[in-house]
């Protein structure tokens, strides 16, 4: 496959409007799962997501144009599954399973239109949001951020000539490379790409994705991304995410439905799916009350993904709680995913290793690493922390609280009220890059 020369690409800008989301494949693969799950058992239900730009120092809104925003957004309204899209995935073997999307589903599918938007500036940001049926605005997250990503990345290059672009582009790809070098001496390592909701670009983040491919083989193990996964032949890779126990928490009627939510949701979650597919993600409330007050059946399943804990903490409290429980640690797994370093990569596999099957999704730090890349100074190609939540759900406030209370969201009122349901242990403040 001939490789796309990025620097010319991004320097010829000679077009109205260069999409940055020309499929709606180019997501990540946990948001098809969620939905389907969604479509099948909550079509009733309203939601509205709402971009949150954690980055406070970063000013959104002064370095992007609202009309260019306005363009991005409007063209990704306009795309529909493809039939060659359709056909893959509904021929296609996911987690070693045939036919894991009902055709009813599918069905369904073809004609899906991300609905839409709300978009304002309010002190320096952007305040985007997406409300109506929670099967619809679910799809809107991971194109919402990946176009708001690219669309400062390409402001920030705006100032480059050919040369200078060379020299970023060049720079990166080495330092992406010795990284890539030290995952290679790490015997069974097992990386995925979770890159693309932070991404620099789409076409950077495919770069990512073929040198991983060649650069480490066998470890590499596939990638979120499922446009990414059709074109390359790859696993498409991801589970559930938060707004799950977000959306059932906040439609809880009482305490105890709330505190039961997050089992709930992998009550639901089992109906659909096994395997391999059976991870929990314990952190939305606090992993500590989470593994307190959790069934006996929760430890049957295949692993969990420690999502805002430091990783050998985390891990090494799933362990014990799997010990208690009469379970082998070493049959289980754990997926860790929090804005890794390479370096918090070795030291976690060296410290596990034996003890647990363990896996990396390598997100931000592998499609956004900029840092120091550029040929003048700037602070512009620097990844933030940029997300977009589940912020109401049937007319009612959602909370996420994590194990890191510098990632909760949500209205004030409502996470003390969390905080006096579920409890504050082990949650432990820490600065969030990424």
């Known amino acids: 496959m001939a490789k796309t020369d990025i620097a010319r690409r991004v320097y010829n800008h000679t077009w109205k409007l260069d999409p940055i989301v020309r499929s709606l494949l180019d997501t990540d693969f946990y948001k098809l799962l969620m939905l389907q799950m969604i479509w099948g058992m909550y079509p009733k239900v309203e939601t509205t997501f709402s971009l949150i730009n954690r ?5 959104l809104a002064d370095e992007i144009d609202e009309q260019e925003l306005r363009d991005q957004l409007d063209h990704a309204r306009t795309l529909r599954f493809s039939k060659k899209e359709m056909i893959w995935l509904g021929g296609n073997t996911f987690y070693g399973r045939k036919q894991i999307f009902e055709p009813e589903f599918l069905a369904w599918l073809e004609d899906f239109q991300l609905p839409e938007y709300e978009l304002s500036k309010r002190d320096g940001q952007y305040e985007l949001s997406f409300s109506g049926p929670w099967m619809y605005t679910t799809l809107w997250e991971i194109p919402a951020l990946a176009i708001i990503n690219e669309l400062r990345s390409r402001a920030a290059m705006r100032a480059f000539g050919p040369f200078a672009l060379d020299v970023l582009y060049a720079r990166a790809k080495a330092k992406m490379w010795a990284k890539t070098e030290r ?9 995925s790409d979770f890159g693309t909701r932070r991404r620099h670009s789409f076409l950077w983040q495919r770069w990512c994705v073929e040198a991983l491919k060649e650069g480490i083989g066998g470890a590499f193990t596939g990638t979120s991304n499922v446009l990414l996964a059709m074109d390359n032949d790859l696993e498409a890779l991801g589970t559930n995410a938060h707004e799950l126990p977000m959306v059932f928490a906040a439609l809880a009627n009482s305490e105890e439905e709330l505190k039961q939510s997050p089992y709930k949701v992998l ?5 659909y799916y096994g395997g391999n597919l059976l991870i929990v993600l314990p952190d939305a409330f606090g992993t500590a009350s989470f593994l307190r007050d959790a069934p006996d059946w929760v430890a049957d399943w295949t692993g969990f993904r420690p999502d805002s804990a430091p990783p050998i903490e985390g891990g090494e409290k799933i362990i014990d709680w799997w010990r208690e429980r009469g379970k082998d640690p070493r049959q289980k797994l754990l997926i860790f995913s929090d804005g890794l370093e390479v370096e918090t990569i070795e030291e976690t596999y060296r410290h596990f290793r034996g003890k647990v ?11 956004n690493d900029f840092e120091g890349c550029a040929p003048t100074e700037t602070n512009s190609l620097d990844a933030i922390s940029l997300v977009c939540k589940v912020t109401e759900a049937n007319g009612r406030p959602a909370v996420k609280l994590s194990d890191n209370p510098a990632k909760a969201t949500g209205d ?3 996470i003390k009220r969390y905080l006096r349901i579920f409890g504050e242990k082990d949650r432990v403040r820490q600065l969030v890059k990424v």
């Open 357 to 367: 099957r363990m896996s990396f999704g390598w997100g931000t730090n592998l499609t």
């Open 412 to 414: 004030q009122k409502e």
């Open 267 to 271: 009550q639901d979650w089992q109906r």
């Open 55 to 59: 980055t406070t120092s970063v000013r």
């Open 183 to 191: 995952l290679k001496a790490l015997p069974g390592i097992r990386i």
